[in-house]
């Protein structure tokens, strides 16, 4: 009996040795799909010739998703903010973070904007009533994001009316057709809209960055190792090439660096649906 | 040829398959290319559907003065915010028209740069002229226009309207359509039908944002081809193809055409078998309005139709081939007949090529359908010259009417009514000759319908001509027959009459004839052999002089004696060989003549000669005696006369003088005769020593000494040298020595003395012939030239004996030769003797 389930575990192991050779990624939903494949296969098309795997994009369409495929062992490497991966590693204990990515200034920390379209008619007194827009309830820039900018103006999500739309440049156009008075997303992406009348109002706290998350259960720790020095060693020239998120270059990052997440009390409170 | 005819068939078996199998091809493809056009069609449909959106669009929504002054305004650089608020007011329409399958809303600044992208609406603010033709016309031609292009987010069939407020270009707008938009339209209206489109590498690396490019991978169906999303995980991507598509998809990879067909940018459908199925491929180019190829909208779908062509293609081949063989067996079977016939015909134009008479072939009008060799050799008119013609106006001469008056023609009266006709003609050859000629006329039908004739002729010109001449011949050879009859008669009569004896004996001996004279003397033995009949001998005679003449053609001639009475006679048998006028031995003469008397007067001749010799010998003798018994005695007188003129002659008075001097002188004259008579006498006794002698040398040596004895003559003697000849030195050089002595005598009192000594060689011996231009002499005194003591009337006045000459004539004569002359008087003589050389 014992030989059987031995042998039962080499084949399984097997099993995974041989899925793990195509590694399935999951991009963020921060932006359209297009925009998200775009950005992603040059870096992925690198890390796959440095790794001699096949690498195929798993798009989900919210975080939720991602974090239940990872849980379920159907991705093998994602790209998760914060407030995802505090999420998912609370329950999945074998995500591990590789590497986060700098941000367009430099470092690896990035903030959420409240963003309006009319920066006079949404000041800190009116906050009250405002229809806002959220990405997702899993999205760090999202509840979690938003109601830390909130508090700063002296408001609160709850005593305006908030939605969630997805991603986030639904909520920054969201605003710009004006359908919302003020969006939660990520500063940089609000910034992208300023052409369309979209004004950063005020912004959170900085984050740690949105990292590379590997499953160990299907990417072992060799293979792991090697995809942050391959991150770690690219060339400029080639990281020029990656997208626009992408290409600002990696650090080394460790799950004690989201202990700042951890001890936020609105981590565990989120709020799965709007208010309206 | 059958050979050949195989060949043939085969050629024309394989060329009926290429045709059958082109023209099956040529079908397969026009149905094919009812496939591509049916793509087409629906493609065209789908496409201006959108567009009849858009123009709704335009029209409803965009073209409102509140939509256009804010897009004056935000163009124009005038509100900051317009482009925020033209975002806001065509959400709602952005949003209808996503609904309706168009993806993308996007307004352009006049000159070029990208104003507000509904599909990305985080990008703005770009050259789109470079990559974007249908902007750039719509811009600077300011007319809508349409096409597929390849933008920098993505390809997309792109409508394009100029804006205006007024008259005032503001720009452009345009909508985009994807490919799963205008898919889904087309399998709407052919839903049996699934698509693909496919992108030029160039062009896609040309004209996308950097960062859009990953979103592209290698077509399935060609290198230089991308594929939009290979992966389909893109929500606009368009449904997947099916296994069966993508199994297909693998096999055109392989496929040349397809191969070669995607560069070219030229729409081309295929048919192709998969897996026990035939599809219909079709591949429809879609190009940019400036007609440059982009990419391929690629139709599949299964084309039953291809199974039932290619059935009955294999079908029509199967029949064809069986049709086209049959015919190759019924033509084998003809050929052969056909080669009969023409090796009956080629036996039959070689007999009527070899035979010497002339044959034409006639129809029913006289002209002339073929002719042979001898036609021609006969008449002189070509084969191509005749052929054709009326013959009759060409060759038949009718002798007492005119040469063209075809009435009452015999030939062409036998073929136009079909009869036989066989008889003598005239024909008149090219060269106007009237030959006769033997013609034969024979009627041909062509089964029971009389269609023409063959006449053949042979010229008997040269027979009758032969036939008159052997007549005359007959006529002359009975004439010479009489004539020869006559001669025989004449000729045996002669024979009969002749003294002598005259039998005529066969190459056997066996005689044939004898005269009279010969049976009177032998009796008649005709028939017998002439030694059995004539000798009674049982052989032929070992002498036998008639048989000489047999074996050498020559006359015999023997004397033989016989005593046919009791009497000896003797014959003269001449013995002729008779040969026929080739040559031929045919028989032999013998003549006997009695020639008895005759022998008997030469006995009595011969018996008189030598009494005479024998006189002649004691004359000389005598004569020689006498000689020397007088020289003896006028040596005394000479002696005691010149004695007594030594002793006493200045006593002796003048008469006893002149007495005692011609005593003297007499004296040495009678010496000098008695010298020359004994050297004449010497001549005849003496015996010979025959050696050769060098006449020149011994003719110079002579003349030397005659040139010493008169110097103060001027003579011109030429001597021919090496005259050789054989004889007695002495005499030869007594010989010379008078004929040289004679000619430097006779020339004397000439001016120019000429002697010359020459020789020829006749007959074996030397000819010596010595020449002057002296005195000469008549030559009707030639005979008495050589009597000794006898001179001529011409040669008195000259001093000389009379015995010179005859001395030369004995020593010429002793050595076997002859001596002759001959001269002109007053001009000089030759004197000729011959020697053995």
Same mark, same amino acid.
């Given at each position: 009996m014992r030989k059987i389930v031995f042998f039962l575990m080499i084949a399984m192991a097997g099993a995974f040795q041989v899925s793990a050779e195509t590694l399935k990624f999951s991009p963020l939903p921060m932006e359209s799909p297009n925009t998200v494949a775009s950005q992603w296969r040059p870096l992925l098309d690198y890390l796959a010739l440095e790794l001699g795997v096949t690498i195929e994009i798993d798009y989900s369409e919210s975080n939720e998703q991602i974090i239940d495929k990872f849980k379920a062992g159907k991705i093998d490497l994602a790209y998760l903010g914060p407030l995802p991966y505090v999420t998912l590693k609370k329950t999945f204990s074998a995500a591990q973070p590789v590497v986060v990515f700098n941000e367009k200034n430099g470092g690896p920390f990035y903030t959420c904007a409240l963003a309006v379209l009319d920066e006079s008619a949404f000041n800190a007194k009116s906050i009250k009533n405002r229809t806002i827009a959220l990405t997702q309830p899993m999205s760090t820039c999202g509840y979690f994001g938003t109601q830390e900018i909130l508090h700063k103006l002296g408001s609160s999500l709850e005593v305006n009316r908030y939605r969630y739309l997805g991603q986030h440049d639904e909520v920054a156009l969201g605003v710009v057709r004006g359908e919302f008075d003020a969006g939660g997303l990520k500063t940089a992406i609000a910034r992208k809209y300023a052409h369309l009348g979209l004004i950063v109002k005020a912004e959170s706290s900085p984050m740690p960055g949105l990292a590379l998350v590997a499953n160990i259960n299907r990417v072992s720790a060799e293979r792991i190792g090697k995809i942050r020095n391959a991150l770690l060693a690219v060339k400029e020239e080639m990281r020029q090439k990656w997208g626009e998120n992408l290409r600002n270059g990696v650090v080394p990052i460790k799950d004690s660096d989201y202990d700042v997440m951890r001890n936020l009390p609105t981590v565990d409170h989120i709020p799965t649906q709007g208010n309206f | 040829m059958r050979l050949a005819c195989a060949m043939f068939f085969f050629g024309i078996w394989l060329l009926s398959l290429a045709l059958i199998y082109r023209h099956g091809e040529g079908v397969q493809k026009e149905r094919l290319n009812d496939n591509g056009h049916v793509l087409s069609v629906i493609y065209q449909a789908s496409v201006n559907m959108y567009a009849l959106s858009t123009e709704i669009l335009i029209k409803d929504v965009i073209q409102k003065n509140e939509v256009i002054e804010t897009i004056a305004n935000g163009v124009l650089g005038k509100d900051e915010k317009a482009r925020g608020a033209l975002y806001r007011m065509l959400a709602p329409a952005y949003e209808h028209l996503k609904q309706q399958g168009v993806n993308q809303l996007h307004f352009h600044t006049a000159d070029g740069y990208s104003y507000l992208r509904f599909h990305a609406p985080d990008k703005f603010g770009d050259p789109l002229f470079d990559t974007r033709p249908t902007i750039r016309l719509a811009n600077t031609q300011k007319r809508s226009t349409f096409g597929f292009e390849v933008g920098k987010v993505a390809s997309g069939f792109r409508y394009v309207y100029p804006l205006f407020r007024g008259k005032q270009h503001l720009g452009s707008v345009e909508t985009g359509v994807t490919f799963r938009s205008i898919s889904q339209s087309m399998a709407k209206v052919a839903p049996d039908r699934?698509?693909?489109?496919?992108?030029?590498?160039?062009?896609?690396?040309?004209?996308?944002?950097?960062?859009?490019?990953?979103?592209?991978?290698?077509?399935?169906?060609?290198?230089?081809?991308?594929?939009?999303?290979?992966?389909?995980?893109?929500?606009?991507?368009?449904?997947?193809?099916?296994?069966?598509?993508?199994?297909?998809?693998?096999?055109? =990879?392989?496929?040349?055409?397809?191969?070669?067909?995607?560069?070219?940018?030229?729409?081309?459908?295929?048919?192709?078998?998969?897996?026990?199925?035939?599809?219909?491929?079709?591949?429809?180019?879609?190009?940019?309005?400036?007609?440059?190829?982009?990419?391929?909208?690629?139709?599949?779908?299964?084309?039953?139709?291809?199974?039932?062509?290619?059935?009955?293609?294999?079908?029509?081949?199967?029949?064809?081939?069986?049709?086209?063989?049959?015919?190759?067996?019924?033509?084998?079977?003809?050929?052969?007949?056909?080669?009969?016939?023409?090796?009956?015909?080629?036996?039959?134009?070689?007999?009527?090529?070899?035979?010497?008479?002339?044959?034409?072939?006639?129809?029913?009008?006289?002209?002339?359908?073929?002719?042979?060799?001898?036609?021609?050799?006969?008449?002189?008119?070509?084969?191509?010259?005749?052929?054709?013609?009326?013959?009759?106006?060409?060759?038949?001469?009718?002798?007492?009417?005119?040469?063209?008056?075809?009435?009452?023609?015999?030939?062409?009266?036998?073929?136009?009514?079909? =009869?036989?006709?066989?008889?003598?003609?005239?024909?008149?050859?090219?060269?106007?000759?009237?030959?006769?000629?033997?013609?034969?006329?024979?009627?041909?039908?062509?089964?029971?319908?009389?269609?023409?004739?063959?006449?053949?002729?042979?010229?008997?010109?040269?027979?009758?001509?032969?036939?008159?001449?052997?007549?005359?011949?007959?006529?002359?050879?009975?004439?010479?027959?009489?004539?020869?009859?006559?001669?025989?008669?004449?000729?045996?009569?002669?024979?009969?009459?002749?003294?002598?004896?005259?039998?005529?004996?066969?190459?056997?001996?066996?005689?044939?004839?004898?005269?009279?004279?010969?049976?009177?003397?032998?009796?008649?033995?005709?028939?017998?052999?002439?030694?059995?009949?004539?000798?009674?001998?049982?052989?032929?005679?070992?002498?036998?002089?008639?048989?000489?003449?047999?074996?050498?053609?020559?006359?015999?001639? =023997?004397?033989?004696?016989?005593?046919?009475?009791?009497?000896?006679?003797?014959?003269?048998?001449?013995?002729?060989?008779?040969?026929?006028?080739?040559?031929?031995?045919?028989?032999?003469?013998?003549?006997?003549?009695?020639?008895?008397?005759?022998?008997?007067?030469?006995?009595?001749?011969?018996?008189?000669?030598?009494?005479?010799?024998?006189?002649?010998?004691?004359?000389?003798?005598?004569?020689?005696?006498?000689?020397?018994?007088?020289?003896?005695?006028?040596?005394?007188?000479?002696?005691?006369?010149?004695?007594?003129?030594?002793?006493?002659?200045?006593?002796?008075?003048?008469?006893?003088?002149?007495?005692?001097?011609?005593?003297?002188?007499?004296?040495?004259?009678?010496?000098?005769?008695?010298?020359?008579?004994?050297?004449?006498?010497?001549?005849?006794?003496?015996?010979?020593?025959?050696?050769?002698?060098?006449?020149?040398?011994?003719?110079?040596?002579?003349?030397?000494?005659?040139?010493?004895?008169?110097?103060?003559?001027?003579?011109?003697?030429?001597?021919?040298?090496?005259?050789?000849?054989?004889?007695?030195?002495?005499?030869?050089?007594?010989?010379?020595?008078?004929?040289?002595?004679? #000619?430097?005598?006779?020339?004397?009192?000439?001016?120019?003395?000429?002697?010359?000594?020459?020789?020829?060689?006749?007959?074996?011996?030397?000819?010596?012939?010595?020449?002057?231009?002296? #005195?000469?002499?008549?030559?009707?005194?030639?005979?008495?030239?050589?009597?000794?003591?006898?001179?001529?009337?011409?040669?008195?006045?000259?001093?000389?004996?009379?015995?010179?000459?005859?001395?030369?004539?004995?020593?010429?004569?002793?050595?076997?030769?002859?001596?002759?002359?001959?001269?002109?008087?007053?001009?000089?003589?030759?004197?000729?003797?011959?020697?053995?050389?």
């Open positions: - | 699934e698509y693909l489109l496919i992108l030029r590498k160039d062009v896609v690396n040309r004209s996308l944002f950097p960062e859009q490019r990953p979103l592209y991978g290698v077509s399935p169906l060609h290198d230089s081809f991308l594929l939009e999303d290979p992966e389909l995980k893109l929500p606009s991507s368009p449904q997947p193809l099916s296994e069966r598509v993508q199994a297909l998809n693998a096999r055109l =990879r392989e496929d040349p055409r397809v191969q070669n067909g995607l560069p070219a940018g030229k729409p081309f459908s295929l048919g192709i078998n998969n897996d026990d199925s035939y599809w219909a491929v079709s591949f429809m180019p879609v190009n940019n309005p400036f007609g440059e190829n982009l990419a391929y909208i690629v139709s599949y779908t299964q084309a039953p139709f291809l199974a039932d062509l290619r059935r009955e293609l294999w079908w029509t081949l199967f029949l064809a081939s069986l049709a086209l063989w049959s015919l190759f067996l019924i033509t084998l079977r003809l050929l052969n007949s056909h080669v009969k016939l023409l090796e009956e015909k080629q036996r039959l134009v070689v007999i009527t090529d070899i035979i010497t008479d002339g044959i034409c072939l006639m129809d029913l009008q006289g002209k002339i359908i073929e002719t042979n060799p001898a036609f021609s050799k006969i008449l002189g008119y070509s084969r191509d010259e005749i052929i054709g013609e009326i013959g009759h106006n060409f060759f038949h001469y009718h002798e007492d009417k005119t040469f063209f008056q075809d009435q009452g023609c015999p030939i062409l009266s036998a073929i136009k009514n079909g =009869r036989i006709y066989s008889g003598e003609e005239l024909f008149k050859t090219k060269e106007g000759r009237i030959i006769t000629v033997e013609v034969t006329c024979n009627p041909l039908s062509k089964e029971t319908d009389l269609n023409g004739a063959l006449v053949a002729f042979r010229d008997v010109t040269v027979r009758n001509n032969n036939q008159n001449a052997l007549e005359k011949a007959n006529h002359a050879m009975a004439m010479a027959i009489e004539q020869a009859n006559f001669e025989r008669e004449k000729t045996l009569s002669i024979l009969e009459t002749m003294a002598d004896g005259i039998s005529i004996q066969d190459p056997e001996l066996r005689v044939i004839y004898q005269n009279a004279a010969h049976r009177n003397r032998l009796g008649e033995h005709l028939g017998e052999l002439c030694y059995q009949a004539y000798q009674k001998r049982p052989d032929v005679c070992p002498d036998c002089h008639l048989v000489q003449s047999f074996a050498d053609g020559q006359v015999h001639i =023997r004397e033989t004696t016989a005593s046919p009475a009791g009497e000896l006679r003797h014959f003269q048998i001449v013995s002729t060989p008779l040969f026929d006028s080739s040559g031929k031995l045919i028989a032999g003469i013998e003549s006997v003549r009695d020639i008895t008397e005759r022998i008997r007067a030469e006995e009595i001749l011969r018996h008189k000669t030598s009494e005479l010799e024998q006189a002649n010998f004691e004359l000389e003798a005598f004569n020689y005696s006498l000689s020397h018994d007088l020289r003896s005695h006028l040596a005394r007188i000479t002696l005691a006369g010149e004695s007594l003129q030594e002793l006493e002659g200045d006593s002796l008075g003048e008469r006893s003088k002149y007495s005692l001097e011609t005593i003297l002188g007499s004296c040495q004259k009678m010496e000098d005769l008695i010298a020359t008579m004994l050297t004449l006498a010497h001549i005849s006794r003496q015996e010979l020593e025959l050696q050769d002698i060098n006449l020149s040398i011994l003719a110079e040596d002579i003349c030397s000494e005659f040139i010493k004895a008169e110097p103060e003559r001027m003579l011109n003697i030429k001597i021919s040298p090496e005259i050789h000849v054989n004889g007695d030195t002495h005499m030869i050089r007594v010989a010379l020595q008078n004929l040289l002595g004679n #000619a430097c005598k006779y020339t004397r009192g000439k001016e120019n003395a000429l002697i010359s000594v020459s020789a020829s060689r006749q007959d074996g011996r030397m000819v010596v012939a010595i020449a002057d231009n002296g #005195a000469g002499f008549d030559m009707a005194e030639a005979e008495k030239l050589f009597r000794p003591f006898h001179r001529l009337s011409s040669s008195r006045k000259f001093p000389g004996f009379g015995i010179g000459l005859a001395t030369v004539e004995r020593i010429i004569k002793r050595h076997g030769g002859e001596i002759w002359a001959e001269a002109v008087p007053g001009e000089g003589a030759t004197f000729y003797f011959t020697l053995p050389g």
